[in-house]
């Protein structure tokens, strides 16, 4: 059992306690709240500039989240199933976002053309090859889902 934490005022360990982070509404607000700080800096730059706090807030807690429900499986099962925590993770973020990478193409595609649907294209790639990051520092381009570079960053960490 991978030990968190003792009973208080036990100093000898004894009665050790595992892990158990439940639900914490409190970390559904700071999470909204972190969410609305970037919506604000996307909607009013001049007026929301330290609204990129947001997205630092949002990795902290997501790091924090995903470590405690590897530290709970641990504790459960003796070890840490990758396989599992990667399958489970695909099946919450993928579907979305899958549909919103279609919409976007198909759109970019028809509705815009040329040289934005190529970048377009490349882009789709690189967000679901999770190194978007590093495609945007390349070649940035505003307008072709820039905001995906999170989910790279946090795949990287969470792969390493």
């Given amino acids: 059992m991978l030990t968190i934490f003792t009973r208080p005022g036990d100093n000898t360990g004894s009665q050790a306690v595992p892990f158990q982070l439940g639900h914490r509404p409190a970390l559904d607000g700071l999470r909204g709240l972190a969410v609305l700080m970037v919506l604000a800096l996307h909607m009013t730059p001049s007026l929301a500039a330290g ?12 790091g924090f989240l995903i470590t405690a429900l590897l530290v709970q499986e641990a504790d459960r099962t003796g070890s840490i199933h990758f396989g599992h925590f990667y399958w489970r993770r695909g099946l919450r973020l993928l579907p979305a976002l899958v549909v919103m ?3 976007y193409w198909l759109y970019s595609a028809i509705v815009i053309g040329g040289a ?6 490349k882009a789709v790639v690189s967000i679901l090859g999770y190194y978007h990051n590093w495609r945007v520092d390349a070649h940035p ?3 072709a889902l820039l905001h995906c570079w999170s ?3 946090e795949e990287q960490f969470y792969f390493l």
């Fill in 51 to 62: 609204g990129i706090v947001g997205v630092d807030i949002f990795f902290v807690l997501s």
């Fill in 101 to 103: 990478l279609l919409v």
């Fill in 141 to 143: 381009d505003p307008r």
């Fill in 116 to 121: 934005h649907a190529t970048y377009t294209r």
């Fill in 151 to 153: 989910l790279s960053v």
